[in-house]
């Protein structure tokens, strides 16, 4: 099997990497562009194919494609159905469109999801049969793997743990919903919420860190606020952990998984984000869900996607 060839994609708002790897995850090449969304669909399918075919090895077969993608896919008609971040983007038929254009089976996920198959198979949850990923970043989203298998729901938009509802008086998020945990917890929230208390008063060294200009306050501000012991910005990782918490909680009592795997650059943050979820889930969750199941650090870092593109074909493919 390790003879066998794959092309990883990781399409983003602002970058397209590519890479091929053989079946057992060795790298052989890799290549990264401006993704330059502005320019219209038409110019960003020609840069994925460009990326494509510079690391599509001179004389070896390439078995499959596996590409992630931003927003709401239909899983099985490999459409991109909206991507936020990918203006003109609707509907597309990114599967077909690359299908046509290499001749190879092509398979296409959410980038969350895929990134979940990519800790499954490459990073922490190796060997655990049924996991949920979440990743916890500008936004949360998330992968659910049950027998070895992703989890994308009858219509192929399963799974968006960032949306579960956690605070029914909370803000409205940008998908519709109020007060969803991508609204609560992200690096976003955390970040909007710093600016919230701060513009109420309360003292906090994050004031001096951005020369007074709030609008510069992004999480990682809040989490080197927070590593030097700062007061308000340890509450605000405890009320994102404890919001995170409360879903992981949720999520134990519903699909009652054997592992949860914590990735995005707001884990960064350490034990000052995974303090209060512990807590939480201490408090909540009965010994019996708490004995059999792990929560912990993802492992495979920005190159989760495109490990976890590589997962997906492997995944289709049975192998």
């Not at 991507?83 to 509907?91: D, I, K, S």
């Not at 219509?155 to 991508?182: F, K, T």
């Not at 007074?212 to 509450?235: H, P």
């Amino acid at each position: 099997m390790s003879s066998l060839r794959f092309v990883a994609v990781d399409l983003g708002g602002t970058q397209i990497r590519a890479a091929r790897y053989t079946a057992d995850g060795v790298q052989e090449a890799r290549v990264a562009m401006a993704t330059g969304a502005s320019d219209g669909v038409e110019f960003v399918m020609r840069r994925i194919k460009s990326a494509i075919r510079q690391v599509w090895p001179m004389d070896e077969k390439v078995s499959a494609i596996g590409i992630g993608a931003p927003g709401p896919i239909d899983f099985s008609q490999g459409i991109l159905r909206f991507a936020p971040n990918l203006p003109g983007w609707e509907n597309v038929p990114l599967r077909d469109e690359l299908l046509d254009a290499f001749d190879i089976p092509v398979f296409l996920g959410n980038d969350a999801d895929v990134a979940g198959l990519g800790e499954h198979r490459f990073g922490a949850g190796q060997g655990v049969s049924n996991m949920i990923y979440m990743t916890i970043s500008t936004g949360v989203g998330g992968g659910m793997i049950f027998d070895n298998r992703l989890f994308t729901g009858g219509q192929g938009l399963g799974g968006e743990i960032g949306h579960m509802a956690v605070d029914p008086h909370g803000p409205r998020c940008n998908c519709g919903n109020i007060g969803c945990l991508e609204v609560m917890a992200s690096g976003t929230a955390i970040a909007r919420r710093a600016r919230e208390r701060l513009d109420a008063g309360d003292p906090s060294m994050l004031r001096e860190m951005v020369e007074g200009d709030l609008s510069k306050i992004t999480a990682k501000e809040v989490n080197e606020a927070g590593a030097a012991g700062d007061e308000l910005a340890l509450e605000l990782f405890e009320e994102a952990g404890a919001y995170l918490g409360s879903a992981i909680v949720s999520l134990m009592y519903m699909l009652n998984p054997s592992l949860f795997v914590l990735g995005g650059g707001v884990t960064h943050a350490g034990n000052l984000l995974f303090a209060p979820i512990r807590r939480i889930v201490k408090d909540r969750a009965p010994a019996i869900y708490q004995e059999r199941t792990k929560i912990v650090k993802a492992e495979l870092g920005r190159d989760v996607g495109l490990w976890g593109a590589l997962a997906l074909c492997l995944m289709e493919l049975h192998l």
